[in-house]
């Protein structure tokens, strides 16, 4: 099975500035007409789409390392496109485009949401271009996701089981639960952009595996970390860091988009 020509990385630029334009569009009708209390299913196609076309962005600097990787953000652009099109058929209106609004980008979604062009490219594994620490850092949350993290999985799954201490107690001797805490209160987190990444790297090895008993499981104390560094009090700080650093406290996150009651 040949795997489908590269689309051209300027080409690629040029369909997502389009898209966007679209979505910029939508979002001047949706103010325009009450905003998203107003029209909450609008909004939330919105909020679906606007995410993949950012992602779509960020990714192109990953298509102009290669052939395979070209490949690669082709075919999941395609699929954001597919996405926007189902979304916008038949309310053209409430998107504020016209009827023939999808001309431009048909051409490419059928060539790279061809199902033969997808299944080529699942074959061909871009390189990932993450640096030897990086790489070492995937090794070794990959090795453990195979080790402690699969063997556990499908039992918590269908039992609504506990995750094992033996999981956390491991995480805990990677770092897991440090990767986004700051030096200074114990953590492993230097203040770059590369504290994002490898926290990224470690997650996405341990879902290959699971991502409730494994992924997750890192996830939550990295958004109480980010939220506390954020607007935490230095006592705040000083308290709940080095916990979350050294898993002495698990934290849950509950997220709601209603004001909380007046106590």
Not at 61 to 71: F, I, K, L, P, S
Not at 143 to 160: K, L, Q
Not at 240 to 248: M, Q, Y
């Amino acid at each position: 099975m040949a795997t489908p020509t590269p689309p051209d990385p300027e080409g690629l630029a040029a369909l997502v500035e389009s898209a966007q334009a679209v979505v910029d569009a939508a979002l001047a009708r949706l103010a325009a007409d009450g905003g998203p209390d107003a029209h909450q299913v609008r909004a939330y196609d919105l909020a679906h789409v606007a995410s993949a076309f950012a992602a779509a962005r960020a990714c192109l600097g990953y298509a102009r390392r290669g052939d395979t990787e070209a490949a690669l953000v082709g075919v999941f652009l395609a699929h954001a496109l597919g996405e926007l099109a189902g979304r916008v058929a038949g309310r053209e209106g409430d998107w504020g485009v016209g009827a023939d609004w999808f001309a431009p980008f048909a051409g490419f979604v059928a060539a790279y949401r061809d199902p033969e062009a997808i299944a080529a490219v699942a074959e061909t594994p871009g390189e990932r271009h993450l640096g030897e620490d990086f790489e070492l850092v995937a090794r070794t949350f990959r090795r453990f996701a195979e080790e402690r993290v699969r063997p556990v999985a499908e039992t918590v799954h269908r039992h609504n089981a506990d995750i094992p201490e033996s999981v956390i107690d491991g995480l805990n001797e990677l770092g897991g639960f440090g990767l986004s805490v700051p030096e200074e209160f114990g953590g492993f987190a230097t203040g770059g952009a590369s504290d994002y990444l490898g926290m990224v790297v470690a997650t996405e090895e341990l879902s290959r595996a699971s991502l409730g008993v494994g992924g997750s499981l890192i996830t939550r104390p990295e958004i109480m970390t980010r939220a506390l560094l954020a607007g935490g009090t230095p006592e705040q700080k000083a308290h709940w860091l080095p916990r979350l650093a050294s898993a002495e406290v698990l934290c849950a996150i509950a997220v709601t988009d209603q004001p909380p009651p007046r106590m």
